[in-house]
């Protein structure tokens, strides 16, 4: 990782482009997650949980069938019981930030630039969302890589953006400004202002492609994992619901909301910004940045009304 976002980014700039493209991608996803494993064995390794898991340790024999475990989230990863409340889309390590210069959380563009991460062409989405806030979820390889529903709320739109497959690892981001935008990724924006929904406005779902992840399964089920479906435009969304698999790799979600439509939670909020700890990201931004490990479908922020909370 570090040959790649140094010396061979500099110095060899076609071997770069050939590192982060998505035939090597695949073959290092292939070369990497596909071979015969002892599942007992690396989930002791990497602090995994076979328990929770809907088959045993006996059918997940490879690390892609590690990967890409499904678990009994509906015992295993609670949900508020706020009809307000705004839940993480998946096991992660969190950060929250604005796009506002008048809010506390402003971060400049490191991440992603916010017309890249939305795709320079929709206009209708960016003037949307211009000024509003964000959540980046990073998921380390050893995660659950279902993405669950944040929000309870209506798809007006859902669309690819091409990309890179650069690695999401807080060394290429520091090392390669806004990565994030320069990735292969996939945009959900659900409308929660309808009857059912959240109450929180418009949200942007935004799933990234990263080093060894050529594809984003979407596959929403409505109960548990049954009945899996493309997510289209026009379909309800239900808060804390799969919604989408990543395939081998590390990988990003980023949830972009309004200007004043959600307030995150306090600890969080602090968490981050803790003069005490530091962080791989912290040398980057040049202050304390520390990320949250949040599990699936628990609260991270709560929703606004139109005007904003009190």
Not at 13 to 25: E, G, V
Not at 200 to 209: D, K
Not at 263 to 279: C, K, L, P, W
Not at 301 to 309: D, E, L, M, T, V
Request: proline share 6%; glycine share 8%.
């Amino acid at each position: 990782m570090n040959l790649i976002y140094s010396s061979a980014r500099e110095s060899a700039p076609r071997l770069f482009r050939a590192l982060t493209s998505a035939r090597c991608s695949r073959l290092l996803g292939f070369l990497n997650y596909d071979a015969p494993v002892s599942a007992k064995r690396v989930a002791e390794s990497l602090g995994l949980d076979l328990t929770e898991c809907v088959k045993g340790a006996d059918a997940l024999d490879t690390p892609r069938k590690l990967f890409e475990r499904r678990i009994r989230f509906w015992e295993a990863r609670p949900m508020p019981d706020d009809p307000r409340s705004v839940v993480s889309p998946a096991d992660s390590r969190m950060l929250v930030g604005s796009f506002s210069e008048q809010s506390q959380l402003f971060l400049k563009e490191k991440f992603f630039h916010f017309d890249d991460l939305i795709g320079p062409a929709r206009r209708v989405w960016l003037e949307a969302f211009r000024g509003g806030s964000f959540a980046v979820f990073r998921l380390t390889p050893e995660k659950y890589h279902y993405n669950h529903a944040p929000v309870s709320g209506t798809v007006r739109a859902i669309y690819e953006v091409v990309g890179a497959y650069h690695s999401c690892n807080p060394g290429a981001v520091v090392a390669l400004a806004t990565p994030y935008s320069k990735n292969k990724r996939v945009v959900t924006v659900i409308d929660t202002d309808v009857p059912g929904g959240t109450g929180a406005g418009l949200v942007a779902m935004v799933e990234i492609v990263a080093l060894m992840i050529g594809d984003i399964l979407q596959c929403y089920s409505e109960r548990r994992y049954d009945s899996p479906r493309e997510v289209t435009r026009g379909m309800f969304l239900r808060k804390g619901q799969p919604k989408s698999l990543y395939r081998p790799g590390s990988s990003v979600d980023v949830l972009v909301f309004q200007q004043g439509r959600v307030r995150f939670s306090e600890d969080i909020v602090t968490n981050m910004y803790h003069q005490g700890a530091r962080s791989r990201f912290s040398l980057g931004f040049g202050r304390p940045l520390v990320e949250t490990d949040v599990k699936a479908r628990s609260e991270i922020a709560a929703a606004c009304p139109p005007g904003g909370c009190p």
